[in-house]
């Protein structure tokens, strides 16, 4: 394999896709081995030598980019590391489109793949058993962060954790038990509209791969809220296990699930569609999902080795 994968080690979902490709296809030891540099964040290009940057081929991926924070210094940033990217790398249409009016650099637009190894269904009741969960609830999840990391209290309004609190709310006023679980980190926006809400909600902090898969197959519906978003992943994870998610119309929500659970916050929530979900998903899965980047790299850089 002469690609080099440069991720920032900072236990993040990158890490874990970096991880997951080079078991299944190798990568090259160093910079100097490596023909094409894969920088799977684009903050993390500034990891690389600037001598290496100048001789070797560069992809970038670029998960999302939120307009409204995208500002002046934002734009000059980007040009700068425009100027070493070969290739861009997206997960999605928005940001496709986005990019391309600010670069005229080749873009390959392609979700990531997921690991059926880690996301797998479960029987809900023993699962509701061992985290102490009601039988009775109707559980909702949410397992991304929401507060921004400057304060720890203003919401990260592109994630949505203000329009999740309100759906929530509403559905609290027309389903008798109902409850939140959360994960992640940086919860402290829904938590402090959950409490002053009186809504009952169990937090797990950073839980691992495998508690985060028991704590999907525990909930009756997932809600992605996001205003904008290159995945979420949670979009192909939750259909990868049979969990009920219904999501703003961002990121790969439109490529795997179906037109109904696709919802427009100011006029109703959508309806989870599971079977559907799980068929789209499919093509996505290790091992067929890493074959759009294996052909990518193959065509657009002549690896023969990959």
Excluded at 2 to 10: C, L, R
Excluded at 198 to 218: A, H, M, T, W
Aim: include cysteine.
């Amino acid at each position: 394999m002469k690609i080099f994968t440069v991720v920032a080690n900072e236990n993040w979902i990158c890490d874990r896709l970096v991880g997951e490709w080079q078991e299944h296809a190798g990568y090259a030891k160093s910079y100097t081995d490596a023909e094409v540099i894969w920088v799977f964040s684009p903050s993390n290009w500034r990891l690389v030598p600037p001598e290496i940057l100048k001789t070797k081929k560069v992809v970038v991926t670029i998960h999302h980019i939120t307009p409204q924070k995208f500002t002046k210094d934002s734009l000059r940033e980007f040009l700068i590391r425009d100027k070493i990217v070969d290739f861009y790398h997206v997960t999605c249409k928005q940001t496709e489109d986005f990019l391309k009016k600010i670069t005229k650099k080749p873009i390959f637009k392609q979700p990531f793949w997921v690991n059926s190894k880690n996301w797998f269904s479960s029987p809900k009741q023993e699962l509701r058993q061992k985290y102490s969960i009601s039988q009775d609830a109707f559980l909702v999840g949410s397992f991304q962060r929401d507060t921004e990391g400057y304060d720890l209290k203003s919401p990260k309004l592109e994630k949505g954790p203000d329009l999740f609190c309100d759906i929530v709310e509403k559905m609290n006023n027309q389903v008798g038990d109902l409850q939140v679980l959360l994960a992640g980190w940086r919860r402290q926006y829904v938590i402090g509209r959950l409490e002053k809400a009186g809504i009952k909600y169990q937090y797990f902090e950073r839980p691992d791969l495998s508690v985060v898969n028991d704590l999907y197959n525990c909930l009756d519906l997932y809600v992605v809220s996001a205003r904008t978003e290159g995945g979420p992943q949670s979009i192909v994870e939750c259909a990868a296990n049979k969990t009920p998610i219904i999501s703003t119309d961002v990121g790969i929500a439109s490529v795997i699930l179906a037109p109904e659970s696709i919802y427009d916050p100011a006029i109703e929530i959508g309806k989870p569609n599971v079977e559907l979900a799980y068929e789209n998903v499919q093509k996505y899965l290790v091992p067929s999902g890493f074959k759009p980047f294996i052909d990518f790299f193959k065509t657009s850089f002549k690896l023969q080795n990959v």
